[in-house]
């Protein structure tokens, strides 16, 4: 199995959850919550190593389980952070947990980002919608371990400003000197905004000069901003090989065996989330 895998995925049970207990939770926008979890055995929380890019699986006795892409960054181990947005059963169970509740949590699973080939590459992270949940954590991975990268290039859309998740946090790290943070939104709906009003493709010309052989490109948001966005990491010559993505399929378990997000011969619990553009193209319906 591809990924890195702790004693939680190891068990010989490997459907069984181990109990993690909500730290905090808080609302992003309307419909999306930002959750803090942390598993309620405090050596196995320490253990629990995960990739940029994996994801978990978290579940709540009487409504189910679900995938939900991990936001934090292994570089801060201990606590795990989920962006969820309110969409079945399982999410409406959980927006109604508070803190201190209990979830069930296993994983993690997914191939993530090869944050080592990508070190001392400059990085150009674009992100819309729920798109920051899983490109957060490669973000703050980034900043962690600020030294083994080159220009850190983040460029992020919403359709308005309240959709924007993370908000207050991008305009703090807008601050930065070590990173170019340029966010955008489709309308302003609120009379109050300051930055660009565009969709997220009208952020490349801000980037400048790009050494393309030097850059890996990421995505991740609505199957539409993929098409669009893919184009420019092509227009700026970034190799093929270095433009990744991270794609979502309806995980039911996890480790391979349901089924149920399998294309031809590609699961992809297994072999994604993440993707590179050859991938795509060569099996253009995992978009």
């Known amino acids: 199995m591809n990924g890195t895998h702790n004693d ?14 909500i730290v905090r939770t808080y609302p992003l926008t309307e419909d999306v919550n930002f959750f803090q979890v942390r598993v309620a055995d405090m050596d196995k929380a320490l253990a629990f190593r ?20 991990i936001s934090s960054t292994p570089s801060r181990p201990g606590l795990l952070e989920f962006c969820i ?10 927006f109604n947990l508070k803190e201190n509740d209990l979830v069930g949590l296993r994983g993690p699973y997914g191939n ?89 493709t009208t952020l490349f010309p801000k980037l400048g000069n790009i050494d393309p052989a030097n850059t890996f490109g990421l995505v991740c948001g609505p199957p539409i901003m993929y098409k669009f966005v893919l184009q420019e990491f092509l227009n700026l010559d970034i190799p093929r090989d270095q433009i990744l993505m991270t794609l979502e399929r309806r995980m039911k378990c996890g480790v391979g065996k349901c089924g149920h997000c399998a294309i031809d011969y590609i699961y992809t619990c297994l072999e994604g989330p993440v993707f590179s553009y050859w991938d795509v193209i060569h099996m253009r319906e995992l978009i």
Request: glycine share 12%; with cysteine.
């Open 50 to 69: 995960y990739q940029t890019g994996q994801f978990a699986m978290i579940s709540i006795l009487g409504a189910g389980e679900a995938p939900f892409s």
């Open 112 to 200: 993530g980002f090869p944050m080592d080939k990508m070190e001392g590459k400059d990085i150009l992270i674009v992100m819309g919608g729920l798109g920051a949940a899983p490109l957060r954590s490669v973000l703050l991975y980034c900043l962690d371990n600020r030294d083994r990268f080159g220009r850190v290039i983040l460029l992020h859309g919403a359709k308005r400003p309240g959709d924007m998740l993370f908000r207050e946090e991008l305009l703090a790290l807008k601050q930065r000197d070590d990173l170019e943070c340029h966010i955008t939104v489709d309308g302003d709906d609120t009379g109050e905004w300051k930055e660009n009003v565009g969709v997220v």
């Open 85 to 94: 947005r309110k969409a079945g059963t399982v999410t409406n169970a959980l």
């Open 8 to 21: 939680l995925s190891r068990q010989a049970n490997p459907f069984l959850p181990e109990p993690a207990r």
